[in-house]
């Protein structure tokens, strides 16, 4: 590296070679951030999550099934969504009997999940999808 001064820098016109280094220097994280932005977008991260299903079911017996659905939006259809019910007391399980439910984004940005009714009460269904969780809680009585 040499401190001389090129003929340009000499006379006082343009930019010394430092400064434009320097400069240069800091676009390449700026151009990082900026080219990163549009793949964010892209992920599958839902930038919302909604319950379509009511959140209050009337049933006419205990072991009746309800179908939960919810309607996610941003996320690609095929994206895997996984559902876990929390509860206090035996009030609903999933229909397949096991603990954690996966389900699939259609095409209209719905998954749906069935849960078995186990007796009155309330519960809470917790859905992730990509790096989102939210939970809801949802209330079961007989008619």
Same mark, same amino acid.
């Given at each position: 590296? +040499?401190?001389?001064? *090129?003929? /340009?820098?000499?006379?006082?016109?343009?930019?010394?070679?430092? +400064?434009?280094?320097?400069?240069?220097?800091?676009?390449?994280?700026?151009?990082?951030?900026?080219?990163?932005?549009?793949?964010?977008?892209?992920?599958? =991260?839902?930038?919302?999550?909604?319950?379509?299903?009511?959140?209050?079911?009337? /049933?006419?017996?205990?072991?009746?099934? @309800?179908?939960?659905?919810?309607? @996610?939006?941003?996320?690609?259809? !095929?994206?895997?969504? =996984?559902? =876990?019910?929390?509860?206090?007391?035996? @009030?609903?399980?999933?229909? *397949?009997?096991?603990? /954690?439910?996966? !389900?699939?984004?259609?095409?209209?940005?719905?998954?749906?999940?069935?849960?078995?009714?186990?007796?009155?009460?309330?519960? +809470?269904? =917790?859905?992730?999808?990509?790096?989102? +969780?939210?939970?809801?809680?949802?209330?079961?009585?007989?008619?």
């Amino acid at each position: 590296m +040499t401190t001389s001064e *090129s003929h /340009i820098d000499a006379q006082g016109e343009g930019l010394p070679r430092r +400064t434009l280094l320097r400069a240069g220097a800091w676009m390449a994280p700026v151009i990082a951030v900026t080219a990163a932005v549009p793949l964010a977008a892209a992920s599958d =991260t839902p930038s919302g999550v909604e319950l379509v299903s009511p959140p209050y079911f009337e /049933i006419d017996e205990i072991g009746d099934t @309800v179908p939960i659905v919810f309607s @996610v939006t941003a996320v690609a259809a !095929g994206s895997a969504a =996984t559902a =876990t019910i929390l509860q206090s007391g035996p @009030v609903a399980q999933w229909e *397949s009997g096991q603990a /954690i439910e996966v !389900g699939t984004v259609d095409g209209d940005g719905e998954v749906v999940f069935i849960a078995e009714t186990l007796g009155e009460g309330t519960f +809470t269904v =917790t859905l992730a999808v990509g790096g989102y +969780t939210s939970s809801f809680a949802l209330t079961i009585v007989l008619a």
